[in-house]
């Protein structure tokens, strides 16, 4: 059950709707892909891990979605991570009081974190809108676009192995997920997709082609996304994007959500091993 009070919900509570859409991503790869990327995913207890050391990089490679209830079951979790996913996994956890228990034991067993941590992000649409359109000539958005040409453009957009566009063209037709290209003239430039269950809305595997960036094509993506959802019955949005040193830096992925009714609800720090 999500909560229903956006002041009341605590950083696990609010990534229950990225575990529920991340999980269902690792379920909707076929068998090729599983095999060629060693993709695993489970819950560990209440804790959501995924793994696969054919892309080594954090977001494929994590737990999240833990407090300091999830302190009994580190052991097993990190455990599960060490055997099924790229050696340079992170714990990720919320930088406050309800993981001080979780990143005190994590620091006692060698992890610390790396780098900047990640946003993340929160908009209840019933108070916040969206910022102002961007201005781009002949841009479409796509509610329901070729499965192949959104697989190819994630893979361009986010520089991931070619194989996985068979992997990311799966989520067209499947359930609470919804799907969004930007298409500048007769190019398709741009995506991001949604996961939506009960009251809730998620918002990922956001891509624009290097040549079309700063062009404002993800502040449309997001707009599209935000407008939908409402249609949806969804009323609480969340995202992740990586974060600058200080919170009142600049960082162009983080900049578009907060431009469009987005704040920050918390920094999520990535603890990897030294």
Not at 48 to 63: D, K, M, Q
């Amino acid at each position: 059950m999500y909560p229903t009070q956006a002041c009341n919900a605590t950083p696990s509570e609010m990534e229950r709707i990225e575990s529920a859409a991340w999980l269902d991503l690792y379920l909707a790869a076929n068998a090729k892909i599983v095999s060629n990327f060693d993709l695993r995913s489970a819950t560990v207890g209440d804790t959501p891990v995924l793994g696969s050391s054919g892309i080594p990089i954090s977001e494929f490679n994590r737990a999240f979605m833990m407090d300091d209830h999830a302190e009994t079951q580190l052991g097993d979790i990190v455990a599960w991570l060490k055997n099924n996913a790229a050696r340079d996994f992170a714990l990720q956890l919320a930088a406050d009081a309800s993981t001080a228990r979780l990143q005190t034991r994590a620091r006692s067993e060698g992890f610390a974190p790396a780098g900047n941590g990640w946003s993340k992000l929160f908009k209840n649409i019933a108070f916040q809108g969206d910022g102002e359109a961007p201005k781009i000539d002949a841009l479409t958005i796509l509610t329901d676009p070729e499965p192949k040409l959104y697989g190819q453009l994630v893979v361009d957009s986010m520089i991931l192995p070619s194989l996985t566009a068979d992997w990311f063209s799966a989520l067209l037709g499947r359930p609470h997920w919804h799907i969004f290209v930007a298409v500048v003239g007769e190019r398709a430039v741009g995506s991001g997709a949604m996961y939506v269950e009960d009251k809730w809305a998620w918002f990922g595997i956001d891509g624009t082609l290097e040549d079309s960036r700063r062009m404002g094509i993800q502040a449309a993506l997001i707009q599209v996304r935000s407008q939908m959802a409402r249609k949806l019955g969804a009323l609480y949005l969340t995202a992740e994007t990586g974060r600058p040193e200080k919170a009142t830096g600049s960082h162009t992925s983080r900049n578009n959500y907060l431009r469009n009714g987005f704040t920050e609800a918390y920094h999520r720090l990535n603890f990897k091993l030294g």
